[in-house]
């Protein structure tokens, strides 16, 4: 620095006022530099300094700064050699005792001709003071506009949050852990018609979720949404309900997620939807679907029966007799096929009960539609009460889809139950009422269902020796035989045999696709000497087996043997026209005893299999379902007659 630089200010006296005004406000001295004497000292640094004007004025500068002349000098020195010098080095005590630490400037002025240094003191202790404050002041300033981008930050992120909240079309709602509503959105409010001001603050629980569809109470405990933040894990749930404010509930899915605030669960947020329109939708998809599948399964059956139908009347319900006993029968069908009256047709096994069945059913109101036949003689004991009522999936091992009844497929038909006596005597009963009610349930299940049936049942069993044995229900009984007709046995109704054995020998014929061989007199008459046990069933299937057999245009018949009596007889031989010996006729026992034996050669020669191409029931000319029938009657266990493990 030199001196022209920082030459000393000269300056007119107006200005010294000037000066002394400024000088006010800083703590200044005025000192004569060669007298080192203080000539002005202004009231800023009398207080700086904590000396009165007067003091000061009286007092020299190095007296102030005790012990530190040499400083003083080169101090002074250099301001009055540069016009301007400045030092951290002079340091002064208060007459308190406190060490001021001080920054003094000395700028040289000229006043009337003399050298004057004015000095001008800082307080360092008070500007770092200032300094500090003023730092301060700029974090706090700082800190507030800080502050004020963070709050507009999370304004919008809040004005967004609400948009999104009120655009979703879920609703939304929010409790804290005392599960108490913090914040509900718009989509929520219409579908629960609750304002959110009626939520907010209040425990949603008790207002939306208080009961089960059922309207049994529900327990905030075991409250999903609730355990969602009880437990911190997500709770999600498909098909409840949420109340409304009118009381009514709507169906929801809905989800619970924990809301968690550093680690800690603070609530969760609930999303739902109102799933009711999709409810009803689908449950009546699935009634549909239900219904579609009932008669589908139905028709399935209808299905199986026609053809069983179509299979078992090849003679077109043509009953064929001149006998009283047909002639009666057919009078006895004109009179109820008419009316809705139950039937009980009587008869040994091959006399026609079935063909006699059908015809009442053809010949009534409800012909066009179907008649389903049960044989109860063919049906496991255990399964009776599901093959008569049906039963839904899962009702009992091995239910694995719903099934219909011969009841409910009979509704407006008729049902024949054929070899009635067969049915086991615990579900008697219940038959019984349902004959009566019209009215019954499938297994598993409480729907009650009725149905409009007419009932045909046949049997040849003596039925009424059955209910004196106490193996079948007297009031059953009475309810079945409300119109008995009697299928008489072939063999006392000899009349019937000539026209019977046309009749099987034209229609297999025309099946078979044969020519018709001559039915001779003789013949005819053979075939009214032999006992018939299996009646027309018998007397078709020996036809049929002769007009297989035929050559050249006649019938070989060869009749089967009947017990220890030899009955074979070949027709094609002489026919011997007189009427068998008076001892051959046989008692209902020893007819009984005679058919006893003829089942059990049956069984020895087929080795117990009653079924099938080889089974006995071919041997015998009767259905497998009636031999299985008699089999049952006569106590006879068909394991005897199987050697090796193969039975049916
Ligand atoms: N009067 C008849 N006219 C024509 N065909 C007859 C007559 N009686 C019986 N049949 C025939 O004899 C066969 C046996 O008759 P059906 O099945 O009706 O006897 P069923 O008494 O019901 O026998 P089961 O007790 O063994 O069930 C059938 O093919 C049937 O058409």
């Known amino acids: 620095m030199n001196r022209d630089v920082n030459r000393p200010i000269s300056m007119p006296l107006e200005t010294l006022h000037l000066q002394a005004l400024l000088a006010h406000t800083h703590p200044t001295l005025l000192v004569h530099p060669k007298t080192d004497s203080i000539v002005f000292a202004n009231d800023a640094a009398a207080k700086l300094l904590g000396r009165s004007i007067e003091a000061l004025k009286s007092s020299k500068m190095s007296a102030l700064h005790k012990g530190q002349v040499p400083s003083l000098v080169v101090f002074s020195e250099a301001a009055l050699y540069h016009g301007f010098a400045w030092t951290r080095g002079l340091d002064l005590t208060h007459p308190d005792g406190t060490e001021l630490k001080l920054e003094h400037e000395a700028r040289a002025i000229i006043l009337d001709g003399q050298e004057y240094l004015t000095v001008t003191i800082s307080d360092l202790d008070a500007r770092h003071r ?152 689908e449950e009546k998809l699935h009634a549909a679907l239900a219904e579609v599948d009932r008669l589908r399964e139905r028709l399935e059956l209808e299905n199986a029966y026609l053809q069983e139908e179509i299979l078992s009347t090849n003679n077109h319900h043509e009953i064929i007799g001149q006998s009283d006993a047909i002639q009666g029968a057919l009078k006895q069908i004109d009179l109820v096929a008419p009316t809705d009256a139950n039937v009980l047709i009587t008869g040994e096994s091959g006399t026609g009960k079935e063909l006699i069945a059908r015809a009442i059913h053809q010949a009534s109101t409800r012909s066009d539609r179907v008649l389903v036949r049960v044989n109860c003689a063919a049906i496991p004991h255990e399964l009776f009460e599901s093959e008569f009522f049906g039963h839904v999936r899962g009702a009992f091992t091995g239910a694995i889809r719903d099934r219909v009844g011969r009841f409910e497929l009979a509704d407006r038909g008729t049902l024949f139950l054929d070899e009635v006596g067969e049915i086991p005597l615990e579900l008697q009963g219940k038959l019984l009422r349902v004959l009566q009610d019209q009215k019954f349930e499938r297994i598993g299940e409480e729907r009650t269902r009725e149905v409009n049936v007419r009932l045909i049942a046949a049997t040849n069993r003596d039925l009424k020796e059955e209910v004196r044995q106490g193996r079948f229900r007297e009031d059953l009984y009475f309810r079945l035989n409300v119109f008995p007709i009697e299928c008489r046995p072939l063999r006392e109704r000899t009349d019937d045999i000539p026209p019977l054995a046309t009749h099987f020998l034209r229609n297999i014929c025309q099946r078979l696709n044969i020519a018709q061989p001559t039915l001779t007199n003789g013949q005819v008459r053979t075939l009214q000497h032999y006992g018939w046990p299996g009646n027309a069933r018998e007397l078709e299937n020996v036809i049929e087996r002769a007009a297989i057999l035929a050559h050249d245009g006649k019938l070989h018949f060869d009749l089967p043997e009947i017990g220890g009596r030899d009955s074979r007889k070949s027709i094609d031989a002489k026919a011997d026209p007189t009427p068998p010996p008076h001892n051959n006729i046989l008692t209902r026992n020893e007819l009984k005893q005679t058919e006893y034996n003829n089942i059990i050669q049956a069984l020895t020669a087929t080795q117990g299999k009653i079924f099938g191409k080889n089974g006995a029931a071919i041997l015998l000319d009767i259905k497998p379902t009636t031999l299985a029938s008699r089999i049952k009657t006569f106590k006879i266990d068909r394991r005897d007659f199987v050697s090796g493990k193969n039975t049916e």
């Open 130 to 281: 200032r300094d500090v404050d003023s730092e301060a002041d700029d974090y706090l300033r700082e800190g507030i506009s800080e502050w004020r981008r963070a709050e507009r930050f999370f304004r919008e992120i809040e004005r967004e949050n609400q948009l999104i909240l009120g655009a979703a079309g879920e609703g939304i709602y929010g409790v804290n852990s005392d599960g108490i509503t913090t914040f509900v959105n718009p989509a929520a409010e219409r579908m629960l018609g609750w304002t959110a001001d009626a939520l907010v603050g209040r425990e949603i629980h008790s207002i939306i979720h208080h009961s089960h569809v059922d309207g049994e109470p529900y327990h905030a405990e075991q409250c999903p949404i609730y355990n969602a933040f009880r437990e911190g894990i997500v709770r999600r749930v498909d098909d409840e309900v949420f109340w409304r404010s009118d009381g009514k509930p709507i169906r929801v899915e809905y989800t619970s997620t924990p809301i968690r605030d550093h680690g800690l669960v603070i609530g969760a947020v609930i999303v739902f939807r109102d799933i009711t329109e999709r409810k009803i939708a």
